[in-house]
């Protein structure tokens, strides 16, 4: 059935998931297929941290299920994925204090792939010492490629507040790391 279910296109697979067992079963492991990995790089990428990442992952998922059961109407299922695991992302940080710790990177010995990892470490950082709507506006265009309107959308916001938003993260992002860049070029 999984080749058969692959050929339905979203909105189809978001109906079948209210049907009977075996196709909503199939329908979510399609759904699951085409956005898990965009939903669980948005959710690191927000959260910084890989346990939040994977906890807010696995509960988007549960409530995008609910949902469906419920027969809500949905057009854009990655946006509306997207919207979910940002509103669990915002309710996450309302329960706990900001942790700034940032997850491990692997080093290797080569030269340039130290450098780089210590590049992606330092751009974590910096996107984690951005406040909340600069770090999800960035993430959301630069990491998951969504298009201002889009973002809009997913946060209720208009969009010259976004570009706003990722304009501003990029220049904060860049104040951050020009000390450390200007540091490497010596």
Known sequence: MSNKISKYDDTQLYEMLSGKRNEAEAAF???YARYSQRVYAYCLRVTGQSEDAKDIFQETFIKFFDTAKDHAKVDNIPGFLLKIARNICINNKREKKPNFS???FHTW???SDYERNELLQLLAS???LLETEYREAF???LYQGLSYAEIAKI???SIPAIKNRVWRAKEKIKD???PYLEDLSK
């Open 176 to 178: 951050i790391l020009t």
């Open 109 to 111: 010995t080569n030269d």
């Open 155 to 157: 946060t209720g916001d």
């Open 29 to 31: 492991a399609e759904l």
């Open 139 to 141: 993430v959301l265009r």
């Open 102 to 104: 940032i997850e491990d």
């Open 126 to 128: 910096a996107l984690e």
